[in-house]
């Protein structure tokens, strides 16, 4: 690795914007306080060493470094716990592949494998080999996304350090580690921290590529290992990327276009050699890929999890989308969705000003050499946003609002870096009156997104709106301010501009969430409009649903024990009317009487279109298992290959986390992925390889088969097994014909 001199950015009076990569010159820190360049003993000890820091550099920036990183572990780390198993279909797959390693290669739900999750399982690895070292328990499955974070905010920082300055660095950094969604989602075991974290390491190597126009097959290898963590979103950068590297790079055109091809056969190596494993291995001797319809990782690809996201045509997905800047089942698409009462709240407070100083940060690079760093820098994270952006924007399949992490990373590197050079150039009267702009438009659009909470703290949107205009105002005349007004200014316009993230991002922390559908702040901040209503008649989400977690509009049912999410709607499309939570709950939901987290109500309740009807008992979220029902389960459970067998993963996943034993997921996440069929779930009683069958009181699942799959096997069970209730909820003992 070649290590690059600090070219903190001074202005334009050099036509390249800097000297050379390889060059020795140093520019003249921007910040007082820092020692001569090439001074420090290099003999000193490690840590003080690592605690000093770059001898260029002013004293406080490694400190502030370090402090920033402490900083976002303690506030992730914080009431972490609350979360329990999280996503528990996540966590029954890690619980999987902590006690199987054929579990733990192929992602699969059960440890008897049985059928995989329906991603790729690379976010899946450090959670398992944080449980097989520290066992089961809601830390282990956590920490590790934690430390995504922290790693994240870390890659961050170094890219943009190296071609602008420590401050810039930093406060990108702190916009990341402060966006709600992103203190949602490092906290969370979706496959999201880990992509996020590779995006972001992949735009870090193209940038260093093109420092020096060096060949960096790293970049390719994390978009090809991101691959394997959530399919073809991991691909959503690669033009912009490409193209940036392919136009700029300092080297001539024949080698970009090889170095390119090497960084692709990197990336197909990365994501490939996995692929092709599963592609190959006998599909009798693996579990079922689950989300495809013909046991294919490529089909799971290029259908559910690829194209089928973008026009809306998921085969065995439980709702379409609505293209064409029209109202879907996954809410309104266009070029406003990042801004809409659904997603806004998540990740879109700074999106504006990042938007503002990408284009001045092209603006003032405008005359710059083709190589240029600084504007190559704008071009690879502004391309990236861009092109995420649009995607998520405009993609007409299953869409939920966690998905917007991968911005985070982006827009803090936008601010970080536009920030900074237009403070530098604070003098002109376009940047300061640009900069400026940006805070003003932070603030406005601070204050329109708290007003959608009029109830959650609301002083705070005034100061945000008073406070990012007073800013403002100061640096419009910063360059004629004394320093500490100057400083003032900046102080109070970053305040101000991050108050309402930081609000958010507390609320977030300070509440547990589960289920499969999650969002970020308070209650009402991520609420899905539009048409429909869940039972209790008030402002559902889109279909029916209210939020997860606490009751809120349109809601029924009990709060979880342990910390409800209070965030807003959570995206999924099902029209029937859905309430309660997952623990504790013995009331209004599936037709075992247990509450769930955005369960279907098993009492025939209506949405827009009528409910489900019993519907399938953790769709979005997993059962309460009583302890009389895990009593019943663990009895000679290890006799038996599964302990019991339930329509849906999240409904097996909270019996196989409650007992420790498989529970088969028959037809996938949905309930309508055709595995096992009839004769093979016949063929597994007849073997006596399955004790029980837990009833969803529906005769199936959603979108099963009456001949092959859910319904079929469901109806087949009912009618031929012994049923053994307990509590509230039913069972069928496999083991025992009805009758005898």
Known sequence: MTTQPDTTYQGDASPSWG?????????????????????????????????????????????????????????????????????????????????????????????????????????????????????????????????????????????????????????????????????????????????????????????????DGRTKCWAGAAVGFAFLTKTLQAFLILPALAALYAVCAPVKLKKRLGQLALAGVAMVVAGGWWVAIVELWPASSRPYIGGSQNNSFLELTFGYNGLGRINGEETGSVGGGGGGGGTGQWGETGWNRMFNSEIGGQISWLLPAALILFVAGLWLTRKAKRTDLVRGSFLAWGGALLMTGLVFSFMAGIFHQYYTVALAPYIAALIGMGATVLWEERTKVWASLTLAGAVVASAVWGYVLLNRTSDYLPWLKWFVLVGGLAGALGLVFAAKLGRRLALAAVGLSFVASVAGPTAYTLSTVNTGHTGSIVTAGPAGGGMMGGRGGGPGGGGGMRGGFPGAGQNQQGGTGNTQQGGGQQGGGMGQPPTGGF????????????????????????GGQTGERGGMGGGMGGLLSGASVSSAAKKLLETDAGSYTWAAAAIGAQNAASYQLSTGHPVMAIGGFNGSDPSPTLAQFKEYVADGKIHYFISSGTGGGMGGSSSGTSSGISSWVEKNFTKVTVGSSTFYDLTKKSGS
Request: glycine share 10%.
């Open 19 to 211: 000297p050379p990569p390889n060059s020795t010159a140093v520019r003249e820190p921007a910040l007082p306080g820092a020692p001569a360049p090439g001074s420090g003993d290099p003999e000193q000890p490690f840590l003080r060493r690592l605690w000093r820091g770059r001898p260029e550099d002013p004293r406080w920036t490694r400190p502030a470094f370090l402090g920033l990183l402490a900083a976002t572990g303690l506030l992730y780390l914080y009431n972490l716990s609350s979360s329990g198993y999280a996503n528990s279909f996540y966590s029954a797959a890690v619980q999987a592949g902590s006690k199987s390693w054929k579990a733990f290669f192929f992602g699969s739900l059960d440890s008897a494998n049985a059928i995989t999750v329906d991603k790729p399982p690379a976010s899946l690895w450090p959670m398992e080999l944080s449980v097989r070292i520290f066992g089961l328990n809601s830390w282990a499955i956590l920490v590790p996304e934690v430390l995504m974070a922290i790693a994240t905010v870390a890659v961050l920082y170094a890219a943009i350090r190296r071609r602008f300055s420590p401050a810039a660095g930093l406060i990108a950094g702190a916009v990341l580690a402060l966006t709600p969604v992103a203190a949602l989602m490092f906290r969370f075991n979706n496959p999201d921290a880990i992509l996020a974290l590779l995006m972001t390491v992949s735009v870090y190597f193209v940038i260093r590529a093109l420092e």
């Open 579 to 602: 309430g309660g939570n997952q623990q504790n709950g013995n009331g209004n939901g599936n037709a075992q009487g247990q509450n769930q987290q955005g369960g279907m109500p098993g």
